[in-house]
């Protein structure tokens, strides 16, 4: 089947930098519309940034002008560079692709996350 991992979290003070990777591998045909997104304790999962297949780029306004979204589909490879970093932006960061499977149909596949701490 699909799977999709992250890498790349880890303790950052604030306005550090990190970047986040999430890697596809599988029966993939084609992938289309990616996203990251962020779950921190007590709250619900929310959208940080979407990239389309085209390349089109989408933010939410809490993360515009400091995390930049990005695709490598030779390497079926999404990153999400984040700078200076907030204590507001810990927490698990996790990857969605919409892919259509080898022989198969078009799915929503999820990632495990990856953690993020922004702390002195």
């Known amino acids: 089947q699909v799977q999709l991992v992250e890498s790349g979290g880890g303790l950052v003070q604030p306005g550090g930098s990190l970047r986040l990777s999430c890697a596809a591998s599988?029966?993939?045909?084609?992938?289309?519309?990616m996203g990251w997104y962020r779950q921190a304790p007590g709250k619900q999962r929310e959208l940080v940034a979407g990239i389309t297949s085209g390349g089109s780029r989408n933010y939410a306004d809490s993360v515009k002008g400091r995390f930049t979204i990005s695709r490598d589909d030779t390497k079926s490879t999404m990153y999400l560079q984040m700078n200076n970093l907030k204590p507001e932006d810990t927490a698990v960061y996790y990857c969605?692709?919409?892919?259509?499977?080898?022989?198969?149909?078009?799915?929503?596949?999820w990632g495990q996350g990856t953690q993020v701490m922004v702390s002195t």
């Open positions: 599988g029966r993939i045909f084609r992938i289309n519309d």
């Open positions: 969605l692709a919409n892919i259509w499977v080898l022989g198969g149909n078009q799915e929503n596949y």
